[in-house]
């Protein structure tokens, strides 16, 4: 039988805020590719945990989703335990046939005659947005582009005033805190008060659509439909906080990494602006080469084998699309943001298999449009100094990005 000496042992912890906000997390990953592609880390802030840093270990884990499970109350779908130990029962911390019966609720939101509608959103609000922008004077990327972009898209699926950004977004944030620091109790009590504040939003909102016609926003779609009509209380937060943070934190960073990708590869832009059939494609690059969301977790439901290693039942394993997305076995010259990569598309930026992303057709046409009106204004996003980023190892991202605007 294996023990923990037989295990190839990770002596260092890629869990760590700093790798990330250091921006130094390229080489532990390319060195666990190369010499240790499932590895166990035995200590950490988070525990122990298994880590697969390849493109096709984590997406064979992704597939076996019958081991490998998502379920809220075996642990939790980040490395971090259930919210400080809380319960967080949303769907995709579910495993079938939950899972499916709730994603089914959501999913119709993001079909193609729904996109053709969100679509026109989007380009009206982006075009809005740069529109505002000031030439030739600093401001602050994530503030004026990042965040009023995502959130303005959430309120519309939402249905909400525009207005209300700020409390969404601050909920938003409270609901994705993943970070060794916020392992504490007073970290939770401040946590569950947040929950609970949006909750008590959220239900005013959800029992005024109970007394109407259904419509096509996510919170009608919820009140209306059998799985999802009639939530307890935290189960109600953990999806509308889902939504919320799925919503924003992820295609908010995608968007302030574009300024960082075109301003280290200024050949990429130009490339666009010769070829902007390109448009869509780079918009699959720039996630794979940011990588929004770092990792998922999944928990083993039963002792199983994996790359030759056994994972013993209530394991935890960690899947670093971040580490997967740099693959060169899949993606040649993989650190280069390439907007003509051939297979872009092959990213696990948005997971696979049964859990993977329900609003990427969202996502991928809001990077597109903004990318299309950087090409189209003819304009350069300058970096003012370094950005700040994000101290977690579950959202990998931005809080703030100094840039100038400068005509070509
Ligand atoms: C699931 C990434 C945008 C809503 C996921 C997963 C990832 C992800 C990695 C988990 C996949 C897995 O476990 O296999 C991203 C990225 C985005 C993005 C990188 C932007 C660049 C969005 C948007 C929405 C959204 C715009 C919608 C408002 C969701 C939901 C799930 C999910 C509801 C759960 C799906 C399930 O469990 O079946 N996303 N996402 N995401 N995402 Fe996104």
């Keep these: 039988m294996a023990t923990l000496a037989d295990r190839p042992i990770n002596t260092f912890d890629v869990s760590q805020d700093a790798l990330y906000v250091e921006d130094t997390w390229r ?8 010499e240790m592609p499932l590895s166990y880390c035995p200590d950490s802030p988070f525990g122990p945990y298994w880590s697969a840093v390849t493109h096709d270990l984590v997406a064979e884990v992704e597939l076996r989703h019958d081991v490998f499970s998502s379920r809220w109350d075996m642990g939790n779908i ?4 259930a919210v400080n130990g809380e319960g967080f029962p949303n769907f995709i911390a579910q495993d079938q046939p939950i899972h499916t019966a709730q994603r089914r609720v959501i999913a119709p939101a993001f079909s193609p005659s729904q996109m053709m509608k969100l679509d026109k959103a989007v380009k009206a609000r982006t075009k ?3 529109d505002g922008l000031p030439v030739g004077e600093t401001f602050d ?4 582009v990042s965040i009023p972009q995502t959130l303005g898209m959430l309120c519309i699926l939402f249905d909400m005033p525009f207005e209300e950004w700020r409390d969404i977004k601050r909920w938003s944030d409270w609901a994705s805190g993943v970070s060794a620091d916020n392992l504490n109790e007073e970290y939770r009590a401040q946590f569950l008060a947040q929950m609970g504040e949006m909750l008590a939003r959220f239900d005013r909102e959800l029992e005024d659509r109970r007394g109407k016609p259904p419509t096509d926003d ?11 009509g009639h939530m307890e209380p935290m189960e109600r937060i953990a999806n509308i906080a889902l939504l919320i943070v799925g919503g924003n934190d992820t295609t908010r960073n995608s968007m302030s990494a574009l300024v960082e990708a075109f301003d280290t590869y200024p050949d990429q832009l130009e490339r666009l602006r010769a070829d902007p059939s390109l448009i869509p494609n780079a918009a699959q690059e720039i996630i794979r080469w940011q990588s929004p969301v770092t990792h998922m977790r999944r928990t083993a439901l039963e002792d199983t084998r994996l790359a030759g290693q056994t994972i013993r039942k209530g394991e935890k394993i960690v899947m670093w699309y971040i580490s997967a997305n740099r693959d060169e076995a899949v993606f040649p010259d993989a650190e280069k943001f390439d907007v003509g990569r051939a297979n872009a598309r092959r990213h696990l930026g948005f997971g696979h298999g049964i859990h993977r992303c329900v609003g990427a057709k969202l996502a991928e046409d ?3 449009t903004l990318i299309g009106e950087i090409v189209r204004r003819n304009i350069r996003v300058i970096p003012q100094g370094a950005p700040t980023r994000l101290a977690s190892p579950f959202l990998h991202g931005f809080t703030a990005m100094p840039v100038k605007i400068a005509p070509l």
Excluded: D, G, N, Y
């Design 78 to 81: 980040t490395i971090a335990e």
């Design 366 to 368: 809001q990077l597109a």
């Design 141 to 144: 990327w994530v503030e004026r």
């Design 128 to 130: 809005e947005l740069m």
């Design 218 to 228: 996510l919170l009608s779609r919820m009140v209306h439909s059998e799985a999802m």
């Design 27 to 34: 080489e532990p990953f390319a060195r666990l590719r190369a």
